[in-house]
Structure formats: structure tokens, C-alpha cells
């Protein structure tokens, strides 16, 4: 089984910065063979794509609202992928999930449906 682990959210003032972690595990996962994507929930809102990771690290994709501002990484070693967040505003206050992708060998993938190993998620807080 696959287990995902989110960590690193909390509140932070408007322009602040956070990093999040996702920490993966499981038996027969092998974490440097599929693509690793960060999304976001805010309440009464539909689930948004924040960010993505190709399985290589090569490439990466943002929403449109954290580009910029956001940043993802993996690194390999650590089966631990990773989200920095820069210049934080209130708008992007949500609950963060990581997901890893449904195959391996993926390219930074923003749709959800590619994904089917979801964390637990985050809370982030932005106060204004």
C-alpha cells in the first residue's frame, strides 16, 4: 500500500512563506518512478491543481494563480517531494494535498484523474 504524508502547513501572514512536505512509503513503491503533484482545496471551492513534478524532476507545471510564487521539487532520496510557498496571500488558504501519479514514468501531469494515491492533506492558513 501506498501512503502519502503531508506536513509543514500552519498560519502564516499575507507575504509570509511556507514549505510543505509529502513523504512517501509503502512496500512496492518505488517513489522515483512516477510523477508527484500538489493540489488545493479551499472550502465551498472545487479542488484546484497548485503544481506537478514530472518522475524525472525535469519538468514541472503551476496553476496559473502560483506561478511565480510556488515552487515544487522532489528529491529521490528522500521519497519526499516538496512545495515552497512564496509571497503567501489569503487567497491561498486551503486544505494542500499531494498525489502520486497513476503510472509510472509520467511528465508533470494537472489533472487529478491521472492521480490515485492521495495524502491526507494540510492545512494552510493566509491572514491578511
Known amino acids: 500500500q501506498v501512503q502519502l504524508v503531508e506536513s509543514g502547513g500552519g498560519l502564516v501572514q499575507a507575504g509570509g512563506s511556507l514549505r510543505l512536505s509529502c513523504a512517501a512509503s509503502g512496500r512496492t513503491f518505488s517513489f522515483t518512478r512516477y510523477a508527484m503533484g500538489w493540489f488545493r482545496q479551499a472550502p465551498g471551492k472545487e479542488r484546484e491543481f497548485v503544481a506537478a513534478?514530472?518522475?524525472?524532476?525535469?519538468?514541472?507545471d503551476y496553476g496559473d494563480s502560483v506561478k511565480g510564487r510556488f515552487t515544487i521539487s522532489r528529491d529521490n532520496a528522500k521519497n519526499t517531494v516538496y512545495l515552497q510557498m512564496n509571497s503567501l496571500k489569503p487567497e491561498d488558504t486551503a486544505v494542500y494535498y499531494c498525489?502520486?501519479?497513476?503510472?509510472?514514468?509520467?511528465?508533470?501531469?494537472?489533472?487529478?484523474?491521472?492521480?490515485?494515491?492521495w495524502g491526507q492533506g494540510t492545512q494552510v492558513t493566509v491572514s491578511s
Open positions: 513534478i514530472s518522475w524525472t524532476g525535469g519538468s514541472t
Open positions: 498525489a502520486r501519479s497513476t503510472v509510472i514514468l509520467a511528465g508533470a501531469l494537472k489533472d487529478p484523474d491521472r492521480y490515485n494515491y
